[in-house]
């Protein structure tokens, strides 16, 4: 019991951001992307190109890092006997909230863990996409205040909550049957990437057990970025978003010292300048986050605990990670996709739609 207090106790939550944010910068420096040391959304992409759901030949990699966030979760959640199966509430919504929450997040190329990377490695361009995630988490508390809920889960089968870890398993157990053979683009099933940041990746061992260690600590904490502005905005508390801050200096002093800090807007590893388009794209996926209940990484915590509506959620995420690149809706170096402001405006009027629509009315 002291040490389940422990995890969730204010110095708890913020030695847990910290240790996510040197984590974070060191996969940098093991061989994962600059300034994304950990992105659920650029690596649910990755996954998806794996998986042949998009054929962005740069991104394009079964990465272990969700893998061992859900195992993890997975972990934690059996030893502090908090594994408890659940489901069906307003599923489909789920899913269509994962799918523009990524779709956004693809606008500004990255989940908040990305955009406070980001911010940490210098690039200024992470600004507006922070500044925009407040924004969409804000009118997604306003919803809450309306009354918005998505209906209540209800407990269901074991065998419902082991359905995403399996999936997990299922996608290590691929990695371990086809792995990529130096400079062939696909092994077996399996697509790599041998350009661009799919080609760069830690160890599998090393991005696994950093993973599994994340997974494990997030579980403990409920960490969660979108919660953390949602509490600071509707309560004033502070609890969650001091393990946010907590990641940003940690990530920003790591990298400093790394020698992986290069302050700019410029030139910035896997950004672009249009600061319009980061702000907008953050937006939308701070509201589609807010509706759903949590960020991309809370969102694959949960379902390792059992929460097939948080799986739901992340299985829309993937699905949007492959309609995003084949639609060009997916953002680049060079700027926003040709269909990109499209779908934005799309997502925009979906989430607030959902929004409205499902405030309880009794209220």
């Not at 995890?7 to 300034?35: E, Y």
């Not at 859900?70 to 934690?76: K, Y």
């Not at 800090?261 to 388009?277: I, K, L, N, R, S």
């Not at 309609?323 to 060079?334: D, E, K």
């Amino acid at each position: 019991m002291k040490l389940k207090n422990l995890f969730a106790s204010q110095w708890g939550i913020v030695g847990i951001g910290v240790i996510i944010g040197i984590l974070a910068a060191l996969l940098q420096k093991l061989g994962n992307p600059p300034n994304m040391g950990v992105c659920v959304a650029c690596f649910e992409r990755d996954i998806a190109g794996a998986l042949g759901l998009h054929r962005a030949e740069v991104v394009q990699y079964m990465r272990p890092e969700i893998i061992g966030f859900v195992l993890g979760s997975l972990v934690a959640a059996y030893i502090f006997k908090e594994f408890k199966p659940r489901g069906g509430s307003a599923t489909i919504v789920r899913f269509i909230l994962g799918v523009f929450a990524m779709i956004g997040a693809l606008i500004f190329l990255g989940c908040p863990w990305r955009a406070l990377l980001r911010l940490a490695g210098g690039d200024g361009n992470a600004i507006f996409g922070l500044a925009g995630l407040a924004v969409g988490v804000w009118v997604g508390t306003l919803f809450l205040k309306q009354g918005y809920n998505l209906g209540r889960s209800q407990a269901t089968h074991a065998a419902a909550g082991w359905m995403m870890p399996l999936m997990c398993l299922g996608f290590l157990a691929l990695m371990l049957a086809f792995p990529q053979i130096q400079g062939e683009p696909k092994s077996g099933v399996l697509f790599y990437s041998v350009k661009g940041p799919g080609s760069q990746h830690a160890s599998l061992a090393v991005s696994l057990g950093i993973g599994l260690l994340i997974g494990f600590l997030a579980q403990r904490s409920r960490f969660c970025t979108m919660g953390a502005l949602r509490d600071l905005i509707l309560f004033r508390q502070m609890h969650l978003f001091s393990g946010v801050l907590g990641l940003l200096v940690a990530a920003f002093a790591t990298n400093f010292i790394l020698g992986q800090f290069h302050p700019g807007f410029a030139g910035q590893p896997v950004a672009h300048t249009m600061g319009v388009w980061n702000f907008g794209g953050m937006v939308l996926a701070g509201l589609a986050f807010a509706l759903a209940g949590g960020c991309p990484g809370r969102q694959l915590f949960l379902a390792g605990e059992g929460d097939g509506d948080a799986a739901v959620f992340v299985l829309g995420m993937i699905a949007g990670a492959g309609i995003s690149h084949n639609f060009g809706l997916a953002s680049s170096p060079a700027g926003i996709g040709p269909h990109g402001a499209a779908a934005l405006l799309i997502g925009l009027v979906v989430c607030v739609f959902i929004g409205f629509t499902m405030r309880n009315q009794t209220r």
